[in-house]
């Protein structure tokens, strides 16, 4: 089944709304295969954000995002990609659609309260950057039934 790769940035830690992004994907039917609380640095911002080396907020966007410690979570589920980059909503929380995390919680751009992975490639590239392979747990919900159809799966 696809994972993804969700970082709860500091504006979150920092407001005590952790809780409230964890229980909307947990609420939406995906697994939580790994989550840890992390403070990230300039050198795994800079690999992380490396499509916005040339923006000239790059250096104001990995800053903030070690401004505290993040909550770090890998989701599955069949087609968990697009499903949590859709229940993330636009990057400028602003415009961000109501409904949406960005929607619900935000009003900024650069402070838009979680990153995910837009792609299934990113979603690897990303999980495995931040996870150690043993950080990342398989077991069984037993729900699978009562989520998804058998063709589904
Ligand atoms: N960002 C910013 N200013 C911009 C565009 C992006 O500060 O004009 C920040 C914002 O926090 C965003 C992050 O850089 O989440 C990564 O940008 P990306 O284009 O990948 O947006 P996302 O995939 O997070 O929606
Ligand atoms: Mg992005």
């Known amino acids: 089944m696809e994972k993804t790769f969700v970082i709860i940035k500091p504006g979150m830690v920092q407001r005590g709304l952790i809780g409230e992004v964890i ?3 947990e609420q ?8 840890k609380m992390t403070l ?6 800079t ?5 916005l080396k040339d923006k000239p907020f790059f250096g104001q966007i990995k800053q903030s995002m070690c401004a505290c410690p993040v909550i770090l979570c890998c989701w599955e589920g069949v087609e968990a990609v697009q ?34 992975s837009d792609s299934t490639e990113a979603a690897i590239e990303e999980i495995n950057r931040f996870f150690l392979p043993e950080e ?16 589904e799966l």
């Open 23 to 25: 229980k909307r994907f």
């Open 28 to 35: 939406k039917g995906l697994r939580l295969a790994g989550m």
């Open 40 to 45: 990230l640095n300039d050198e795994i911002l």
């Open 47 to 51: 690999q992380h954000y490396a499509h």
């Open 83 to 116: 499903v949590v980059r859709n229940m993330t909503g636009s990057t400028n929380s602003r415009s961000a659609v109501p409904g949406t995390i960005r929607g619900d919680f935000g009003m900024s751009v650069q402070e838009n309260i979680i990153h995910s």
């Open 136 to 151: 990342l747990y398989d077991y069984s919900m037993n729900l699978s039934a009562y989520l998804y159809a058998d063709d």
